[in-house]
């Protein structure tokens, strides 16, 4: 297995109801039909820095406001674009040039306000990235990953986010089985009690560590020092 060939894979996937970022374009959000082979390249970046990395964080679903549009899981546009302070974006792609990696349309009229001027946000992503950073956790020794890479949503709204169903999370396992291939030894850390079912349910070992979403971010922060505390 081989990053190119792993993106290939990932490409090829589509079914209703279901955005693939790395082949998909959507005219009304994207900002031009460039817009996947910029999350591919982004992505792409991403999985060069970590071919050693040692942990794979895995949540359950892409979501509009994360991978959609920055190509990355658990990653929103906003980190890349370096419009958090409190989130280095070195600490994604290291030297590069963050302001080719937008996507999403500034001047779409299904944006706020905020989202034109500074891209997309998704708090659970800020809330894992400033864990992993304040914790000491080199960036590149980590993958984001969701056991569906894709980003499910609802019926007739892109821009929003649906749970998935089982049969796509049986078709997502797969690519997260790849991607353990891809970098052998990573320990599996499963984002939330239902990420972490699921992945047994499927026969993967994982740690789980709270959800931060719904006021859990300092008791995933707790767990994740945890973690790494006992690595030490």
């Not at 864990?131 to 890479?149: T, Y």
Request: aromatic share 10%; net charge negative; hydrophobic share 35%.
């Amino acid at each position: 297995m081989t990053i190119q060939t792993f993106i290939e894979k990932l490409q090829a996937y589509h079914a209703p109801l279901v955005f693939n970022p790395w082949s998909e374009f959507d005219a009304s959000c994207d900002i031009g039909e460039e817009a996947p082979k910029i999350r591919t390249k982004t992505f792409k970046r991403y999985l060069e820095l970590r071919q050693n990395a040692k942990y794979l964080f895995i949540a359950e679903g892409l979501g509009y406001q994360g991978g959609h549009f920055s190509g990355i899981a658990i990653t929103s546009e906003r980190i890349l674009l370096g419009n958090h302070p409190d989130v280095d974006q070195k600490s994604v792609l290291g030297d590069w040039n963050y302001e080719e990696t937008r996507t999403s349309d500034p001047e779409s009229p299904l944006l706020n306000n905020s989202q034109k001027l500074k891209g997309f946000n998704e708090p659970t992503d800020t809330a894992v990235w400033n864990a992993l950073n304040r914790h000491g956790l080199a960036a590149f020794d980590v993958i984001l990953w969701n056991i569906f890479p894709f980003h499910p949503y609802k019926e007739g709204n892109l821009l929003s986010n649906r749970t998935p169903t089982n049969t796509e999370l049986d078709e997502g396992i797969e690519y997260a089985k790849m991607l353990m291939e891809l970098v052998p030894g990573m320990e599996v850390v499963a984002i939330g009690q239902k990420a972490a079912n699921t992945l047994k349910s499927y026969g993967v070992e994982c740690m789980p560590v709270p959800h931060p979403s719904m006021g859990g971010a300092n008791r995933f922060k707790e767990a994740v020092a945890k973690i790494f505390a006992n690595e030490k």
